[in-house]
């Protein structure tokens, strides 16, 4: 994500990042045998403060914020989403969102934005919305201007 986001910052296009920091993530198990590719999900502050400090925003191991050009979710943003409409409803809905769009695997479905479009509409018809996701949408019209 950094090298995208230091491209389009350096040809001045309006950019919104979006990330987890990791900071629960698991440990590093190692490489693979094969292609010596990291297998593990191991936290790694030093990604975070690289995308801070190209932010310019004050670095940290574990950000947390939603802002103006940024957002990083300590978890990831399914998490916080779940939270913020209600577990039971998150799955009611995503489950037919992924029948609907004849998406089989969840984690394909949770980084399809269209799938993630419909399960938020979905709520706000409920009567439950996720205020994050309301604010960084909010932050990234405002970018337009």
């Known amino acids: 994500m950094f090298t995208a986001a230091a491209v389009f910052i350096s040809f001045r296009i309006p950019t919104y990042c979006v990330w987890h920091s990791d900071e629960n993530t698991a440990q590093a198990v190692g490489p693979c045998e094969k292609c ?3 297998l593990d999900k191991a936290s790694n502050p030093s990604e975070n ?7 310019g925003l004050p670095e940290e191991d574990w950000p947390s914020h ?3 050009k940024s957002a990083c979710f300590k978890m990831d943003r399914e998490t916080v989403v779940k939270a913020e409409i209600g577990e039971d409803l998150f799955e009611r809905i995503l489950g ?3 029948t609907r769009f004849d998406i089989r695997k969840r984690d394909h479905a ?3 934005p ?3 479009s419909a399960v938020t509409a979905s709520a706000s018809r409920s ?7 309301d604010l960084i949408v909010k932050h990234v019209l405002a970018m337009k201007d």
């Open 36 to 38: 010596k590719r990291p």
């Open 49 to 55: 403060r690289r995308l801070l400090r190209l932010l």
């Open 66 to 68: 939603i802002k103006e």
């Open 96 to 98: 037919e969102e992924m």
């Open 110 to 112: 949770l980084k399809n």
């Open 114 to 116: 269209k799938v993630v």
């Open 127 to 133: 009567g439950k919305t996720s205020p994050s996701l």
